[in-house]
């Protein structure tokens, strides 16, 4: 992604998404197909809002966006920790401490951003 390497956050948030979309594979296969569903929208959106604050109009919209991306960012991280705790579903647990550092640095963004 040129001219977003320096940048933490996008570049964290677009490695996150290949790791949800190959989590969710697995969970395709395993016939977990709504819970692959919400994974892959909820996990992959935290990437596509970071990037699109990244051509915000405003501060205010910059950090709407930001605002977003922690949403889903939570709603992620729900769906992964009801995998881990549910018998018969796959093992996240290589996904959630990145999922909780996207929420930190999110959060850090957000509050320097206001």
């Excluded at 001219?3 to 964290?12: F, L, R």
């Excluded at 594979?25 to 919400?38: I, Y």
């Excluded at 994974?39 to 109009?57: D, M, P, W, Y």
């Excluded at 992620?76 to 929420?103: D, F, K, M, Q, S």
């Amino acid at each position: 992604m040129e001219g977003y390497e320096n940048n933490v956050i996008v570049m964290k948030t677009l490695q996150f998404s290949l790791g949800i979309m190959a989590f969710t594979d697995v969970l395709g296969a395993n016939r977990r197909f709504v819970f692959a569903n919400q994974l892959l929208k909820s996990g992959t959106s935290i990437g596509a809002n970071v990037r699109e604050a990244q051509s915000a109009e405003s501060k205010a919209d910059f950090v709407h966006k930001m605002k977003i991306a922690s949403k889903e960012a939570e709603e992620t991280e729900y769906w992964l920790t009801l995998c881990l705790l549910a018998p018969n579903y796959p093992n996240p647990e290589e996904l959630l401490p990145g999922v909780r550092e996207i929420l930190k640095i999110l959060g850090k963004i957000i509050s320097s951003s206001k």
